[in-house]
Nanobody, 124 residues
Framework: QVHLVESGGGLVQAGGSLRLSCAAS????????MGWFRQAPGKEREFVEV????????LYEDSVKGRFTVSRDNAKNTMALQMNSLKPEDTAVYYC?????????????????WGQGTQVTVSS
């Protein structure tokens, strides 16, 4: 079992930055891909980005390319999401997810473990 806890959410003005963190504990040796998803009010949860265990492969949702950067530290069992140039449409609850599958994925059903989420609100 893997337990994930997100932190770092908050309120920021458009154009500002936030850094989210995800701390993993438990059977972390099984984890391959770690990803971020988000759910805006009244919308389905959507993929944001994922990083492979080695960090050599990253996948991004088009709207965040060039603005968001994912990273991970396997020694500390943490993952981070640096979000720059934030827009009001980035407002959502952001979820950390971890997968034990061999190939990283943008699909929710590939992720076995999920955090509780952290709120990010971007004001215009």
């Amino acid at each position: 079992q893997v337990h994930l806890v997100e932190s770092g959410g908050g309120l920021v003005q458009a154009g500002g930055s936030l850094r989210l963190s995800c701390a993993a504990s438990g059977d972390t040796f099984n984890i391959n891909g770690m990803g971020w998803f988000r759910q805006a009010p009244g919308k389905e949860r959507e993929f944001v980005e994922v990083i492979s265990r080695s960090g050599s492969t990253k996948l991004y949702e088009d709207s965040v390319k060039g603005r968001f950067t994912v990273s991970r530290d396997n020694a500390k069992n943490t993952m981070a999401l640096q979000m720059n140039s934030l827009k009001p449409e980035d407002t959502a609850v952001y979820y950390c997810a971890a997968s034990d599958r061999g190939v990283i994925s943008t699909l929710e059903n590939a992720y076995r473990y999920w955090g509780q989420g952290t709120q990010v609100t971007v004001s215009s």
